[in-house]
């Protein structure tokens, strides 16, 4: 079965610079969400949208920003990277519940 | 996180006996959930419990869910080594978000 992808899987970035993570949802799923889970830590809700538009926002930092588009995929735009963003970034997808998790994206930020 | 928070953080037992986790939440929920997360790994989700349920199999998985104690437990029977990871319970609130508490490990000797 078709599970959800991000890509890239692993980045690496300096200090203010700038990172865009994808992510396609399990075919059919209209929402996609967002969680960052740092080093230790439980994840923690970023952004969600439902059929392209947010649904609804947690924790995000005004330097990120995401959108999801018309063939249902999504991005996360991370600008004025910081240390403290290096962690693992998931998103997931539902048509109703439950969520189902891609493999996230590890960034590292030097 | 401080809702869904786990009981014990970590839990070492051996191969084929069972493993209790228990968890602890604040507000409402519509449903709760257990995921499993491997090392640095993606969520992979494993039973979800609605707020008018009271348990739930799946398996070796069985899931109980208090809603007057806001708590739920999860018990792996004849656990394998393979069930090695941590566990994390999450509850879903009005937009299906997911409000993570802090994972259990649990590590199962051969």
């Known amino acids: 079965a078709a599970g959800v992808i991000q890509s890239p899987r692993h980045l690496i970035k300096e200090k203010r610079e700038t990172a865009t993570l994808k992510c396609y949802p399990i075919?059919?799923?209209?929402?996609v969400y967002w969680y960052q889970q740092g080093p230790g830590q439980d994840p923690q809700f970023l952004i969600s949208f439902y059929e392209k538009m947010q649904s609804d926002k947690g924790s995000i930092p005004d330097r990120f920003s995401a959108q999801q588009f018309s063939d249902y995929h999504s991005e996360l735009n991370m600008s004025s990277l910081e240390l403290g963003d290096s962690a693992l970034y998931f998103c997931a997808s539902s048509g109703r519940t439950p969520q189902f998790f891609g493999p996230g994206t590890r960034l590292t930020v030097l | 996180s401080q809702q869904g928070e786990e009981d014990p953080q970590a839990l070492s037992i051996q191969e084929g006996e069972n493993a209790t986790m228990n968890c602890s939440y604040k507000t409402s929920i519509n449903n709760l959930q257990w995921y499993r997360q491997n090392s640095g790994r993606g969520l992979v989700h494993l039973i979800l419990?609605?707020?008018?349920?009271r348990e739930k199999h799946s398996g070796r998985l069985r899931v109980t869910l208090d809603t007057s104690k806001k708590s739920s437990s999860l018990l792996i029977t004849a656990s394998r080594a393979a069930d090695t990871a941590s566990y994390f319970c999450?509850?879903?609130?009005?937009?299906?978000?997911?409000?993570f508490g802090k994972g259990i490990t649990l590590s199962v000797r051969p």
């Open positions: 075919p059919r799923h209209d929402t």
């Open positions: 999450a509850q879903a609130g009005a937009n299906s978000k997911l409000t």
């Open positions: 419990i609605r707020s008018n349920e």
